[in-house]
């Protein structure tokens, strides 16, 4: 659990410091793609049904290539002052969530499976076990860990505020999102990886990553309630140190 916490203290600090203010602007205007098979990006005024308007973000691939709304939620954002600002505001939601999720899960194994591993940090090395007590051994230590990484998620979330979300003292109201902002693109991208908005790249990018966030959230789930009921790690008991490849390993 330290480890996912640690990962998610240096994606923060990397997303509030590594953007620069032309980055912020490119994302509050990029553009919201349409697939589908004969597929063109579309300029087109957003629709005013939340289904309609669910239909033109990415997300959707098989094996529910319709909208999966099971609870009927889509009908409830049209019920709703603004349906579409609804919609967005759960996307966000979503995608926020399925990142942090899959770090999560990450950090899960990572730091079950190679607390012995002589490359691995592990703060005095006696932070063991599963995962959801990794918290409770660190502060047992009196070790600085809470103050950093709430300022660190301080200055993400305060970044993707800034980016995204307007002033509900501008008269659009409380947890609004910006009319031209598309959910979850913050400009973060040092790689350069993703494609141009607009193509068909881009939005089959998307879904790639709302998937695996989706599948992110169910998993970590799964983990901290199984660790919960039977007390131990998730994948037998860690990686042995020969079982890596030496070139990772500073043997003495």
């Not at 997303?15 to 300029?43: D, L, M, W």
């Not at 990415?58 to 049209?78: M, Y």
């Not at 349906?83 to 939601?93: G, I, L, S, T």
């Not at 998307?206 to 790690?233: P, S, W, Y």
């Amino acid at each position: 659990m330290a480890t996912v916490m640690a990962l998610n203290s240096s994606l923060a600090a990397r997303c509030a410091f590594g953007t620069k203010p032309a980055q912020k602007q490119q994302a509050r205007t990029s553009q919201i793609a349409k697939a589908g098979p004969n597929y063109s990006p579309s300029s087109s005024k957003t629709p005013d049904s939340a289904l309609e308007y669910a239909k033109t973000l990415p997300g959707i691939s098989d094996p529910f290539p319709e909208i999966f709304d099971p609870a009927n939620l889509l009908a409830r954002a049209d019920g709703s002052v603004r349906p579409v600002d609804e919609v967005k505001r759960w996307r966000e939601a979503e995608i926020t969530h399925g990142r942090v999720s899959m770090l999560a899960a990450l950090g899960f194994v990572v730091g079950e499976q190679l607390e012995d591993f002589p490359a691995f940090l592990n703060v005095d090395g006696h932070i063991t076990g599963p995962a959801i007590n990794h918290f409770q051994q660190v502060e047992a230590r009196g070790a600085i860990f809470w103050e950093p990484l709430l300022f660190a998620i301080a200055l993400a979330e305060g970044y993707r505020v800034n980016v995204g979300w307007e002033n509900p003292a501008g008269g659009s109201g409380f947890n609004t999102l910006y009319n031209d902002y598309a959910p979850g693109e913050l400009g973060f991208d040092p790689l350069g990886l993703c494609p141009p908005d607009g193509s068909q790249e881009k939005y089959d990018m998307q879904t790639k990553e709302l998937n695996n966030g989706r599948l992110a959230m169910i998993g970590i789930a799964g983990f901290v309630a199984q660790e919960l009921v039977d007390g131990k790690v998730i994948f037998g008991s860690g990686v042995a140190a020969d079982a890596v490849p030496g070139a990772l390993i500073n043997q003495s």
